[in-house]
């Protein structure tokens, strides 16, 4: 995968670090991610694409997206890829029709859809991330306790804007549904708990969906050590094996 970034700001208004520790995250999943697909994310600070980022670290998302015809053209999509995701999905459309799935355009690419061109997606963070903290761009020297890791932020808002999205019940949904369990063979399709990621029909529980009524359903719900999780203060985050 090739990202580009495209700052909203130039580069005189942008604290110093700032584009070196987006550019690291974007590296950190160009080497993680092999397909043949490139997208565009544009960076933004204290907003995303254009809105003032309020009461939040940082926010993103995808521009753009695709809808499948039907839930059985999603699941051809995700089984002819060989890398096992299909295995375990079920053979008729779980919402029983009342649903639209989608997928980002990033997505989509990847996928080899047919007309999925133009994948893009916009982050952005705010310039004070709280009472009495701070960012720090580069941990490569250590993390002060007051201080938010930045380049786990920045990849867990470009993952949002990649397509890393748990719709919930609002009537649209998205491969990552697929994989959110309750309990063995029993997908949890609403923003309630219990809720948890599995490859393998519910079998193995390799962590917990932050389903709480402010969370983000896609996120983990307290993981403090992975970039997908809460991000605490103090602590790195990076991307974990999960």
């Not at 995968?1 to 909203?8: C, G, K, P």
Request: hydrophobic share 35%; proline share 5%.
């Amino acid at each position: 995968m090739q990202i580009t970034l495209q700052w909203d700001q130039s580069p005189g208004q942008l604290p110093a670090g700032f584009q070196t520790a987006v550019q690291n995250a974007a590296n950190i999943l160009d080497a993680q991610i092999t397909d043949n697909i490139a997208v565009t994310i544009h960076v933004g600070w204290g907003e995303t694409a254009g809105s003032t980022i309020s009461g939040a670290l940082a926010t993103g998302g995808a521009d753009n997206s695709y809808t499948f015809n039907s839930y059985s053209d999603m699941v051809a999509a995700l089984s002819k890829q060989g890398n096992g995701l299909g295995t375990n999905l079920p053979t008729t459309d779980p919402t029983g029709g009342s649903g639209n799935w989608n997928v980002s355009m990033a997505e989509a690419e990847a996928l080899g859809l047919s007309g999925a061109t133009g994948a893009s997606g916009s982050i952005g963070f705010s310039t004070n991330p709280g009472s009495g903290t701070s960012w720090c761009f580069d941990t490569s020297q250590g993390i002060g306790s007051t201080q938010y890791d930045f380049v786990s932020t920045a990849l867990h808002e470009i993952t949002h804007a990649l397509g890393r999205i748990n719709s919930s019940s609002n009537g649209s949904y998205d491969p990552l549904n697929l994989y959110t369990y309750s309990a063995p063979g029993v997908l949890q399709l609403n923003q309630a708990t219990p809720a948890y990621f599995s490859v393998n029909g519910g079998t193995t529980n390799l962590n917990n969906f932050d389903m709480s009524s402010t969370g983000d359903p896609a996120d983990w719900a307290t993981t403090l050590t992975d970039s997908f999780g809460p991000g605490p203060t103090g602590i790195p985050g990076p991307m974990s094996a999960t």
